[in-house]
């Protein structure tokens, strides 16, 4: 590392940022996630170090952090995208409710299956280890399904949203059990009220949140919007960035906080009404909105791209290979689809293409396996199985999406090459005119 100065630095990453940028052109083109194509990346320059006798750098707190942001940013961005408009109730409710169904199913069964496959995993560390695995990528599938119809874009960014939220909150819940359950009373009975009482306590933590949220949202806005310096977006995000790290470093659900005041700022006329109307400046707030939409989707870019090659550095391509990872992850995908499918054939209906193949594991899958706490990692998980499932979910949608583009095309085809006829009108006779007004006549 020594050898390399901060002017080979700087091309790298400029270099790594002009590639992001055309991966993500290619992938418009192609529906490849340009996610994929930056692991690749990652994985080429490991390569690359490995030659040059640099394979010992330890990457794994640059990517905690990369990691953080990025979810903080790409979270940020969906929620300035929600309008919570009264006639898209209904899709946001319904988009919830499938994002919880899924969520859960699917972590009931990736940890039916890994307690049964990996050694040493109990129920407990099981779940903690498959809610990761079942949480949708909303880094990969809101720039995916952005040539979709409206409707069924709309469906996507409302559910990988909610699938992010409510997958890091189960995880953190599970987190803390598996803490009380190392210091706590044995027993079914115990087990249970202790069970109880953590989901109580964390219950109030989530109210407690957000309420904190609501008010610090309020604050931010009132206080934003009457600053008249040209630099306070990203000091903005400064303070976004401080109350997560301080809700954190108080056990709270933090994402919460940045999900919430996404919400407000991107919906003050439905937040400020009545007595507190007067306090809005709606044109500079407005602002405010669309400078930080700016600047967080150029921030989200820029974070996601090096956290994904720095991931695609820092995986085991060896692990690839054993027949027990393939065996795992396929079982694993396969369930995830099977209760996919059931659930939006319940919520949904037939019209399920190709909303059924669009459920990629991302970015939070990849950040939530490296929080997982050291007491209470299990050696015998492969950590090839969390690769396995990243590329599967995301070809297995490329795949579905190309198809979808297909269709969609030869649909307008279709259209084209068939123009609709007309026949030139003439005024009818007199003797047509009294026969059809009376035709027994």
Known sequence: ???????????????????????????????????????????????????????????????EILGIVGLIMIVLEAALELK????????????LLIALVGLVASAWAAAEILEYFVPGMDTT????????????????????????KAEKKEFHVY???????????????????LHGEASGPHGEVAEAA?????????????????????????????????????????????VLLLLYGIGKKFHLSSLIIVLIFGLLIANMRLFFRGPLKKFLDYKKALHIYEGLHVVTMETAFVVR????????????????????????SLLIIISIYLIRYVILRIFIGKDIFPQLFVAPRGLITILLFYAIPVEVIVPGFEPGILLFIIIGTSLIMTFAMIVDKKRTSAALRKVGDSPVGYERWRAPTLAEAVIEEDPEG
């Open 305 to 328: 791209t090096f956290f994904f090659v720095i991931f695609g550095v820092t995986i085991s391509l060896a692990s690839l290979v054993s027949i027990d990872v393939a065996i795992v």
């Open 84 to 95: 919570l408009e009264r006639d898209k109730f209904l899709a946001i409710g319904k988009a």
């Open 1 to 63: 590392m020594e050898n390399i100065d901060a002017y080979t630095l700087i091309i790298e990453a400029s270099l790594i940022i002009i590639l992001s940028f055309i991966f993500g052109e290619v992938a418009k083109r192609t529906n490849i996630p340009s996610v994929l194509m930056l692991i690749v990346l990652g994985i080429c320059l490991k390569f690359g170090l490995d030659y040059f006798g640099m394979d010992d750098l330890n990457f794994l707190p640059v990517l």
């Open 194 to 238: 202790e069970y109880s009482n953590g989901a109580l306590a964390y219950g109030g933590k989530i109210l407690l949140t957000i309420v904190v949220s609501l008010i610090a949202s309020y604050g931010i806005v009132l206080i934003f919007q009457r600053i008249k310096s040209h630099v306070k977006l990203f000091l903005l995000i400064a």
């Open 159 to 177: 559910e990988s949203t909610f699938s992010d939220i409510l997958g890091i909150m189960l995880f953190y819940f599970l987190t803390s059990q």
């Open 125 to 148: 560390t099981a779940w903690l280890y498959a809610t990761p695995l079942s949480i949708l990528s909303s880094a990969i599938i809101i720039p995916s399904v952005a040539g979709l």
